[in-house]
């Protein structure tokens, strides 16, 4: 059993490395797209009542982007290197925005007159922050040079028509994750209304997926192989099916006014669009220049790490799923966490 794990340790951090990032964009993008919707939620008591939905556990989503981040660097140096090299700009600009997003939420209830200020910073920093993940994401997808070990591009390689149709998508996507979240999570006028936001980003959602998919195989003879060349095809045909009954489940729990289908079903499709990326991805961790073996650490550093992750994700798990069970339940403007 410990010689099979040695083994494979490599996978088995690459998946838990997948595991924390899938988590953080499920979790932190919720909280996220209420913040891209606060311009579009029309009185204060409404804006008041949808941070709080969202204020006892934003701070907890973000564990998982850290658990990440730092388990690419400790465990894929060398991926580490060669992503951060080439995304450094949009990497910036999303830890700012984070910042920035995360001092909102306290200074916007100590003052009166600057208030609108700090509704659009909770507003920009989310909106940023989302835009940054979706051209970080467009990026990785379309390729990254690598020679030598090293990065082999330039500044601006990231800035692509590509990565800037990921980065309104996963915008767009966030956004409908809030709404839904909204719809979960509030009553009366506000939910209402949150109801029809979603309705407009699901279809806004379902074309960029649609666009995104249909791309992407054309960037790359490699992601055209994985998809449609058989047996392939057979192993992977269960996404777009699954992504069918997702989209078929968000639009009926909307047009019935149900509180839980739309958020299940927007939280489905973000993880079937993920596992739709690691299928393309597979079994490189920079596509297609370094595979997950080559990036790999030490087995004996491997080994070390496991060790305190065994420990570490149980506990992370654990004052997650605490803090949504304290704070379950449907939130108003005065039985909220401020």
Same mark, same amino acid.
């Given at each position: 059993?410990?010689?099979?794990?040695?083994?494979?340790?490599?996978?088995?951090? &690459?998946?838990?490395? #997948?595991?924390?990032?899938?988590?953080?964009?499920?979790?932190?993008?919720?909280?996220?797209?209420?913040?891209?919707?606060?311009?579009?939620?029309?009185?204060?008591?409404?804006?008041?009542?949808?941070?709080?939905?969202?204020?006892?556990?934003? !701070?907890?989503?973000?564990?998982?982007?850290?658990?990440?981040?730092?388990?690419?660097?400790?465990?894929?140096?060398?991926?580490?290197?060669?992503?951060?090299?080439?995304?450094?700009?949009?990497?910036?600009? *999303?830890? +700012?925005?984070?910042?920035?997003?995360?001092?909102?939420?306290? %200074? @916007?209830?100590?003052?009166?007159?600057?208030?609108?200020?700090? !509704?659009?910073?909770?507003?920009?920093?989310?909106?940023?922050? #989302?835009?940054?993940?979706?051209?970080? +994401?467009?990026?990785?997808?379309?390729?990254?040079?690598?020679?030598? @070990?090293?990065?082999?591009? =330039?500044?601006? !390689?990231?800035?692509?028509?590509?990565?800037?149709?990921?980065?309104?998508?996963?915008?767009?996507?966030?956004?409908?994750?809030?709404?839904?979240?909204?719809?979960?999570?509030?009553?009366?006028? +506000?939910?209402?209304?949150?109801?029809?936001?979603?309705?407009?980003? &699901?279809?806004?959602?379902?074309?960029?997926? =649609?666009?995104?998919?249909?791309?992407?195989?054309?960037?790359?003879?490699?992601? *055209?192989? @994985?998809?449609?060349?058989?047996?392939?095809?057979?192993?992977?045909?269960?996404?777009?099916?699954?992504? &069918?009954?997702?989209?078929?489940?968000? %639009?009926?729990?909307?047009?019935?006014?149900?509180?839980?289908?739309?958020?299940?079903?927007?939280?489905?499709?973000?993880?079937?669009?993920?596992?739709?990326?690691?299928?393309?991805?597979?079994?490189?961790?920079?596509?297609?220049?370094?595979?997950?073996?080559?990036?790999?650490?030490?087995?004996?550093?491997?080994?070390?790490?496991?060790?305190?992750?065994?420990?570490?994700?149980?506990?992370? +798990? #654990?004052?997650?799923?605490?803090?949504?069970?304290?704070?379950?339940?449907?939130?108003?403007?005065?039985?909220?966490?401020?």
């Amino acid at each position: 059993m410990i010689d099979l794990v040695t083994a494979n340790l490599p996978l088995i951090w &690459a998946g838990l490395i #997948a595991f924390a990032v899938l988590a953080y964009v499920m979790l932190d993008g919720f909280d996220l797209g209420v913040g891209i919707l606060f311009p579009f939620i029309r009185t204060r008591a409404d804006r008041d009542t949808a941070m709080n939905t969202v204020a006892p556990i934003w !701070d907890g989503n973000e564990t998982w982007l850290v658990l990440g981040g730092g388990g690419l660097f400790a465990v894929f140096p060398l991926a580490y290197s060669v992503i951060m090299s080439a995304l450094y700009a949009p990497v910036i600009a *999303m830890l +700012l925005a984070l910042v920035f997003r995360g001092v909102a939420f306290e %200074f @916007r209830w100590k003052t009166e007159r600057g208030r609108f200020l700090w !509704d659009w910073a909770f507003a920009g920093g989310s909106t940023i922050a #989302a835009f940054s993940q979706g051209i970080m +994401l467009g990026a990785l997808v379309q390729g990254i040079p690598v020679a030598e @070990r090293a990065y082999a591009g =330039g500044w601006w !390689d990231w800035l692509t028509p590509f990565s800037l149709l990921t980065g309104i998508a996963v915008v767009i996507g966030y956004a409908l994750l809030g709404a839904t979240w909204l719809v979960l999570k509030t009553t009366g006028p +506000l939910q209402q209304h949150a109801n029809g936001i979603a309705k407009l980003a &699901a279809l806004g959602t379902v074309a960029l997926i =649609g666009a995104v998919s249909l791309i992407t195989p054309v960037l790359d003879p490699q992601y *055209m192989q @994985r998809w449609f060349s058989f047996p392939q095809i057979v192993y992977a045909s269960p996404v777009p099916i699954l992504v &069918a009954i997702c989209v078929f489940l968000l %639009f009926t729990g909307l047009r019935q006014d149900r509180d839980f289908q739309p958020f299940a079903a927007s939280l489905g499709l973000f993880a079937l669009s993920y596992v739709g990326i690691g299928i393309g991805f597979y079994p490189y961790i920079v596509p297609h220049s370094v595979t997950i073996e080559a990036a790999a650490a030490p087995p004996m550093s491997l080994g070390f790490l496991l060790a305190g992750a065994v420990v570490l994700i149980p506990v992370i +798990l #654990a004052y997650t799923a605490y803090a949504y069970w304290v704070f379950r339940g449907k939130v108003t403007r005065e039985s909220g966490y401020h």
